[in-house]
């Protein structure tokens, strides 16, 4: 049987945006010591916005390099693939065809374009830097047989609500770990941003589980909270896994708890509720 006290507040979380489905993790929300968050689509609003790009090889013109990219980008559902379609559609330009489109994980995609290997990738993928990354941006390379031909710089915003969640759950001692595939400059812009205790980022999708794991092996109760399919590892592993409603729908079948109003302030609720269920037991 259902103690009474945790049935209603079951149901208070409900109206609070918190769709509980397990139970037990509800119950343990009490003992969380660290929440992990992912970055993209998480604390920030999951939309890419092209702020600036160019060439790096002076046989091809600036918009070219965003051609080459929106080729690609329409065969992937990526935030970073959204928003370089949508500046690509904006400025008029027509797509050429791209066969064999792949997703390289973690790092970008990869496809044939005019019988030559075009790809998109995250800055790590090059062993130099031809670009500086300005701080907040997204930074995104275009290589054409294996040459850098440009980039494309993008910018995401935080959520309104991601500073005040983070506040009240340091006000709870627990401590907030930010947790991302972009780059260093904006994993540290973001953290620096919200006041968070540490960031980890260029994480490769199986890595955002094995850092679940080592914090864990180091003595932390772990909350996760994503909305990738790159997070659902991370969010079965942790003790407790949180989903934002708006992500992507296996992230909402392998958490315990779905944010239904994709609001990270409600994650800061969910402990407090937490504690207020088991006070009231004891
Ligand atoms: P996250 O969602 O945390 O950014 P991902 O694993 O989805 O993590 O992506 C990591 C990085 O790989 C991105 O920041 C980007 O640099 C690159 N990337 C992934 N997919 C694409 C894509 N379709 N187009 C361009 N870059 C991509
Ligand atoms: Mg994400």
Known sequence: AVPLVVAKSTSMAARQGLLIKNRTAFENARKITTLVFDKTGT??????????HGSLDKNLPDDEVLRLA???????????????????????????????ITAITGKGITATVNGRKVSVVSPNALAEQPEAIRAGE?????????????????????????????????????????LTGDNQTVA????????????????????KLEKIVSLQQAGEYVAMT?????????????????????????????????????????????VLFGKATYRKMI
């Open 188 to 207: 540290e812009s973001v953290s620096r941003e919200l006041g968070m205790d540490q960031y980890f980022a260029e994480v490769l999708p199986h890595e």
């Open 43 to 52: 604390l920030t609003v999951g939309q890419f916005a092209v702020v600036r």
């Open 70 to 100: 929106y080729a690609l980008e329409q065969g992937s559902e990526h935030p970073i693939a959204t928003g370089i379609v949508q500046k690509a559609k904006e400025m008029g330009l027509t797509a050429e065809k791209a066969e064999n």
């Open 226 to 270: 994503g909305d990738g399919v790159n997070d659902a590892p991370a969010l079965a592993k942790a003790d407790v896994g949180i989903a934002v409603g708006s992500g992507s729908d296996v992230a909402a079948e392998t958490a315990d708890i779905v944010l239904v109003n994709s609001n990270p302030k409600d994650v800061a609720n969910l």
């Open 138 to 178: 997204t930074l995104v390379y275009v290589q054409q047989d294996g040459r850098t031909a440009g980039y494309i710089a993008l910018s995401d915003k935080v959520r309104p609500e991601s500073a005040e969640a983070i506040r009240i759950l340091q006000g709870q001692q627990i401590k907030t770990v930010l």
